[in-house]
């Protein structure tokens, strides 16, 4: 009896030693697997670089584009980010190949004059996704980029109005860097919405030639004020600074543009024109994993949120704001058309 009762007790505990090993290896397949599944979900990560012309402290184009960056950081957990400032049209390509070579999924060129150097370097980085803006027509680009602008028309119509409304001179002017087809469409419809409240008001339109000259462009300023302009619509880059340092120093309205300016010139900014690139590049990328990356372009504006202007801050009486709200819902249901 005493050796049955040992071989049994030998056998149990070998059974329960076979049983721990087994349920032991068990977990560690469990545990490869979940690190399997996360290194897998690290993978699925679309990583996403910002190629800059300017600098990201230009309260104006280049902020918007890096702020559309942390956009998406803060409201996606399936990106990772990187950025670059200045780059020159010369170091754009080699640029653009940087990022290619270290993985990058996305590569977004925020300025029309990388149009080239995005021909050339997609073509040679088919499995990459390209994107360039400022641009009023896909010009040929490879199937993996595709452009994307915001479709400021409403919003610029409406700083008209304000300028209709705000104007004691009845001259009212826009001052920018270059000529493009998106910022004249905004002059365009910036002057309609003037006329609109203004028909026999006065326009004027400058160029600094560069997006920035910050003296320059104050003194083009400073110009127009001459001329008898009491609003301008600032558009571009770090030239509004030298627009808002004109508009201070000789007490009229402007409009800002790419981030809200009133901080800088609480009494003078009554406005700003705010593209959310967040979303578009929200659109582009959720494309990208979609499948339905277009090679087209991607346009958004006030109406999709993509769009939007700066809190008035106290500077348009509410009378007025009542009318511009109005005004807005006329764009909307299409009883007003935009040029």
């Known amino acids: 009896m005493k050796k049955q009762h040992l071989f049994l007790s030998v056998l149990l505990a070998t ?10 290896c068990g977990g560690t397949d469990n545990d ?21 012309p ?27 980010t990187a950025y670059v400032e200045e780059i ?14 270290e993985g990058y999924d996305l590569i977004l060129a925020f300025g029309s004059e990388y149009t080239e150097s995005i021909k050339n370097v997609a073509a040679q980085y088919p499995d990459v996704y390209f994107a360039n803006t400022d641009q009023g027509e896909n010009l040929g680009l490879p199937e993996n980029a595709t452009t994307f602008a915001a479709d400021e028309s409403a919003a610029s119509y409406i700083v008209g109005v304000l300028a209709g409304y705000l104007s004691k001179s009845g001259t009212v002017g826009t001052v920018e860097g270059f000529e493009s087809p998106d910022l004249s ?84 900014i009554v406005t700003s024109v705010i593209w959310n690139t967040g979303i578009t590049y929200n659109h582009i990328i959720d494309d990208i994993k979609a499948g339905s990356f277009k090679n087209t372009i991607y346009r958004e504006g006030l109406q999709e949120g ?22 807005k819902e006329k764009i909307f249901n299409g009883e007003i058309k935009l040029g």
């Not at 076979?18 to 032991?24: D, E, G, V």
């Not at 300017?54 to 990772?80: F, H, K, P, Q």
């Not at 030298?242 to 790419?258: L, Q």
């Not at 939007?308 to 709200?325: R, S, W």
């Open 306 to 327: 993509a769009v939007t202007l700066a809190d008035y801050h106290g500077t348009v009486p509410d009378d007025i704001a009542a009318k511009v709200e109005e005004i």
């Open 32 to 52: 490869s697997e979940a690190a399997a599944g996360s290194d897998a979900e690290k993978s699925e990560k679309i990583k996403v670089a910002l190629v800059l």
């Open 54 to 80: 300017g600098s990201i402290s230009d309260a104006s184009w280049n902020a918007g584009a890096y702020n559309g960056l942390t956009y998406i950081e803060e409201n996606r957990d399936d990106v990772e």
């Open 88 to 101: 020159s049209n010369e170091k754009a390509e080699a640029t653009l190949v940087n990022y290619a070579e």
């Open 185 to 268: 469409s905004n002059t365009v419809n910036y002057f309609a919405g003037f006329k609109s409240i203004k028909p026999d008001g006065n326009t004027l339109n400058s160029y600094v030639g560069s997006w920035s000259d910050v003296e320059k462009a104050k003194q083009t300023a400073l110009a127009q004020i001459e001329q008898g302009a009491d609003f301008i619509y600032a558009s571009g880059d770090a030239i509004g600074l030298g627009i808002i340092d004109a508009s201070k120093e000789k007490t009229i309205y402007v409009a800002g543009y790419g981030t809200d300016l009133n901080s800088l010139a609480p009494e003078n």
């Open 15 to 24: 059974v329960l030693t076979l049983s721990l090993a087994l349920s032991a």
